[in-house]
């Protein structure tokens, strides 16, 4: 088919949607359990990167030069405006970093457009937010972090021992300023991050 990116997301059922109500009556049957889960994870992996296709992103993949753009902006912790309903974005304006939310009901929203009043609420955000944002996404691309940047924002840095003990375990590694998880520590990367926020 020519493909040369996938994005595959394993399917996470969250209470209060359609998904969570049908699997809290039963009516989900046949899903993996958490260590099934990690054994298609780890095909996946193997799949796509004997394809050209390895992962740059905890659930992207890739051809090299292939990756999205677009979405590194996010990963990457770049600025980007929030467009349409509910949207959410992250922009600099005078030096501060801002969280944008446009209101969520569309009807709401397309008269807010027509009012040039789009956004909802526009707050700013703390550096050691900033901080905390960049690390998750920021670990979720192979390139990791850049532990000057999380420095600059929340003005310390990361903890040597948190970092020293996931190395020791294999779940992140550092190089020179980078930070980046490593294949097992991607696997339980929400893990890693709370370890590393909590410091």
């Not at 670990?139 to 972090?145: A, D, F, P, Y």
């Amino acid at each position: 088919m020519a493909v040369d990116h996938l994005s595959l997301y394993q399917l996470t059922i969250e209470p209060g949607t359609a998904f969570g109500d049908r699997y809290a009556r039963g009516k989900l049957s046949g899903l993996p359990d958490d260590d099934r889960a990690g054994d298609m994870y780890e095909a996946t992996q193997e799949i796509c990167n004997s394809a050209g296709l390895p992962a740059y992103e905890v659930s992207n993949h890739a051809a090299p030069g292939a990756e999205s753009r677009h979405n590194l902006v996010y990963w990457r912790y770049g600025d980007y405006a929030g467009i349409g309903p509910g949207a959410h974005g992250r922009i600099t304006i005078a030096g501060q970093r801002r969280a944008t939310e446009a209101y969520a009901q569309p009807g709401k929203w397309l008269n807010a457009v027509e009012a040039t009043q789009p956004v909802d609420s526009i707050e700013p955000i703390s550096g050691s937010e900033q901080a905390d944002e960049y690390l998750m996404m920021g670990l979720r691309v192979s390139e990791g972090i850049d532990a000057r940047r999380y420095r600059a924002m929340s003005g310390q840095d990361l903890s040597a021992h948190t970092l020293a003990r996931l190395e020791e375990i294999g779940m992140i590694v550092q190089e020179k300023y980078r930070v980046r998880a490593t294949q097992h520590g991607r696997m339980v990367l929400n893990a890693v991050i709370k370890e590393l926020m909590s410091g």
